[in-house]
C-alpha cells in the first residue's frame, strides 16, 4: 500500500525568507508525487507534480518541488516565502504504473508566514 | 486548465433532511470523479470513487445508504447525504480527473455542511 508522510504539522517563516515543507512516501515501484494548497473553507489547488524526468520540479506560485528517489522525499521549496503563502499544504503520491490510481495524501502541513 | 466546480459552498439543513452537492467538471470529460471528507486540521478522507454510468466504489466503514453517489454523466457527480444527522456536519470535496490528462486531480471549491 502506498503512504504518504508529512512529519510537520506546521512550519513557521518569516516573509522574505525560503521556506521547506518536507514529505516523504512509500509506494510499489515508480511514483507519481503531487502537491496541493488548501486555503480556509476552498477545495485544494494543484501546485505541482513529478511525473519523470528533470527532479527539480517548477510550479505554481514560484513553488518548486525536488523528487529524490534515494531518499524518498519530495520536499516543497519557495526561495522566498509571503504571507499570502500561509496555507495547508498537502503531498500525495500514486503508483506510476499498477494498482490505484487514486492518489495517497499526507495529513497536511499548515504553513504560517510571518510578516 | 481543468476547472471542477461543486455547488452548494455552504448549506445548513435540518436533521433529518437529504441534501445534495453536485461536482461538475467545466471544460473536461471525467470518468471517474472522487468524493472526500474532510474534519477540521485534518487529511482528506476518500468516501467514493465514481464511476461514470456505473455504481460508485465505497471505502470501508462509508455507509454507501447514506451517502448516495450518482455519476450520470462524464461531467457530473452528485453526493447527498440523507436522513443527515449533526455529526454529519463536515467539508465535503470532489475532485475529478481529465480522462485525457494526467494523473493529477483537480477538486472542487468544496461543501461545508452543517446539519442543525
Known amino acids: 500500500a502506498q503512504s504518504v508522510a508529512q512529519p510537520e504539522d506546521q512550519v513557521n517563516v518569516a516573509e522574505g525568507n525560503p521556506l521547506t515543507v518536507k514529505c516523504t512516501y512509500s509506494v510499489s515501484g515508480n511514483p507519481y508525487l503531487f502537491w496541493y494548497v488548501q486555503y480556509p473553507n476552498r477545495g485544494l489547488q494543484f501546485l505541482l507534480k513529478?511525473?519523470?524526468?528533470?527532479?527539480l520540479v517548477k510550479g505554481s506560485y514560484g513553488f518548486e518541488a525536488e523528487f529524490n528517489k534515494s531518499q524518498t522525499s519530495f520536499h516543497l521549496k519557495k526561495p522566498s516565502a509571503l504571507v499570502s503563502d500561509s496555507a495547508l499544504y498537502f503531498c500525495a503520491v500514486s503508483p506510476a504504473s499498477g494498482g490505484s490510481y487514486i492518489p495517497t495524501f499526507g495529513r497536511g502541513t499548515s504553513l504560517i508566514v510571518h510578516p | 486548465g481543468a476547472v471542477v466546480s461543486q455547488h452548494p459552498s455552504w448549506v445548513i439543513c435540518k436533521s433529518g433532511t437529504s441534501v445534495k452537492i453536485e461536482c461538475r467538471s467545466l471544460d473536461f470529460q471525467a470518468t471517474t470523479m472522487f468524493w472526500y471528507r474532510q474534519f477540521p486540521k485534518q487529511s482528506l478522507m476518500l468516501m467514493a470513487t465514481?464511476?461514470?454510468?456505473?455504481?460508485?466504489?465505497?471505502e470501508q466503514g462509508v455507509e454507501k445508504d447514506k451517502f448516495l453517489i450518482n455519476h450520470a454523466s462524464l461531467t457530473l457527480s452528485t453526493l447527498t447525504v440523507t436522513s443527515a444527522h449533526p455529526e454529519d456536519s463536515s467539508f465535503y470535496i470532489c475532485?475529478?480527473?481529465?480522462?485525457?490528462?494526467?494523473?493529477?486531480?483537480?477538486f472542487g471549491q468544496g461543501t461545508r455542511l452543517t446539519v442543525v
Open positions: 465514481s464511476n461514470e454510468g456505473s455504481k460508485a466504489t465505497y
Open positions: 513529478y511525473i519523470t524526468g528533470d527532479n
Open positions: 475532485s475529478a480527473r481529465d480522462q485525457l490528462g494526467g494523473r493529477e486531480a483537480f
